[in-house]
């Protein structure tokens, strides 16, 4: 684990010509239109649609079960589209095999061959192309050599750690020089530790290969760290689509908000008062800037992050728990009737059952219609 680490930060730099080798710069715009997929009756993708430029790395994100792993399939043509069309560049790909497509997917588990060696498992595809062995050899070293396994070549899989096992399946999709590359949560086998190195492994070697990528992950923090454009699904829809900070400040509806943050946006019910104040439930008062489309009497949501909470103001934060962290103080706690987090840069010295006196940001307020869940707030 601590070696990964060391050699993860220390990897060697690819030369330029390393990447030449490779075949320089090759990406293709990703076109999802109205996509949808039926399995018997039951329909698990209801439209989808999404616009990937070229040499994007796009983030599909979204809880177990919401329909990731299908729309990437689809994409890689492992998996029937029921209805809509998939464009490679401009190419309609609906009824192309996989072998033709120009992709490259990296799986979660890796699938290396185990009496392979790296380099053979990395140069297998350019094999049963029929390339030959010289060939072969000159794809997969500049490959290795970007990906920090060069010395590693004459290895098997069982004598790699996990995370140069992630590597080599990564290196078996650079050597194709494919126009995509599709990951499958490919960081969920991997301990916490070893996740936050790869992440940036594969963030930098997207900004050295610049191949189009989407990736697929359940974690909004592998997403919000890793993405150009994420698309945020829920139960087979999509629920909003922009770069990560689009989303972090302005999310479409109360899933996005819920979904995208750690700890999530506090959300409190109630309405807007007659002097324009959010009145919750409970009588508490909380503040707010520009309501946007809220109307008086209507049920409303009152969303806030927790760092738009300042210690010192006149709203009451009745302390469950404090959390210190060092750089920072995690408080939970009721306010309005609901158990919301507040993080705050000081250190709080409130005991379990106080009442710690806080202020919000008016201008970081976000309200949802409660009804149809949907952002009000400009
Ligand atoms: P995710 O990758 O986001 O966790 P999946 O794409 O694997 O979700 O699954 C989406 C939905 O489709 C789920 O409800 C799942 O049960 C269903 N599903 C996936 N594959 C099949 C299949 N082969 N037959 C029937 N239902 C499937
Ligand atoms: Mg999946």
New binding site residues.
């Given amino acids: 684990d601590s070696t990964e680490t060391a050699c993860a930060k220390s990897g060697p730099v690819p030369s330029m010509a390393a990447l030449d080798t490779l075949g320089g710069v090759c990406m293709a715009s990703v076109t999802i239109d109205d996509v949808r997929?039926s399995?018997?009756a039951?329909e698990?993708?209801h439209g989808v649609n999404v616009d990937i430029e070229e040499g994007q790395f796009v983030v599909l994100v979204?809880?177990?079960?919401?329909?990731?792993?299908?729309?990437?399939?689809m994409l890689a043509g492992l998996e029937h589209i029921t209805s809509g069309r998939i464009l490679i560049g401009d190419r309609v790909v609906n009824d192309l095999p996989p072998k033709d497509r120009d992709i490259a997917m990296v799986f979660q588990n890796y699938a290396l061959y185990p009496h392979l060696t790296v380099a053979e498992n990395m140069g297998f595809s350019l094999k049963l192309a029929g390339q030959s062995r010289a060939r072969i050899a000159e794809q997969v070293r500049p490959a290795a050599e970007i990906l920090g396994l060069a010395h590693l070549l004459d290895r098997y899989p069982r004598m790699l750690s996990g995370g140069q096992r992630q590597r080599v399946a990564m290196g078996r999709a650079i050597v194709r020089n494919p126009q995509v590359f599709l990951f499958?949560e490919p960081l969920s086998n991997l301990d916490a530790k070893l996740r936050v190195t790869m992440r940036t492994e594969i963030k930098n070697l997207h900004q050295r290969l610049r191949t189009t990528t989407v990736y697929?992950t359940?974690d909004q923090i592998e997403a919000m760290t890793m993405a150009d454009k994420i698309v945020v699904?829920h139960d087979?829809r999509v629920e909003q689509v922009g770069a990560p900070l689009e989303l972090y400040d302005r999310p479409a509806n109360l899933f996005v908000a819920g979904f995208i943050g750690s700890p999530a946006m506090s959300m409190v019910k109630g309405r807007l008062a007659e002097d324009g104040q959010f009145l919750a439930a409970d009588g508490t008062r909380l503040p707010v800037g520009d309501t946007g489309r809220a109307r008086a009497g209507q049920p409303l949501v009152y969303g806030v992050r927790p760092e738009a909470m300042r210690l010192g103001g006149t709203i009451p934060l009745a302390v469950e728990v404090t959390e210190p962290t060092g750089a920072e103080t995690y408080v939970v706690g009721t306010l309005g009737g609901t158990e919301i987090t507040g993080v705050f840069r000081d250190r709080v010295a409130v005991p379990p059952g106080g009442v710690l006196d806080i202020g919000i940001d008016p201008g970081a307020v976000h309200l949802f219609d409660e009804g149809t869940g949907q952002r009000l707030t400009a």
């Avoid at 979204?62 to 399939?73: D, Y």
């Fill in positions: 997929k399995y018997g039951v698990v993708l979204g809880p177990s079960g919401c329909g990731k792993s299908t729309l990437l399939r499958d697929v359940h699904m087979g």
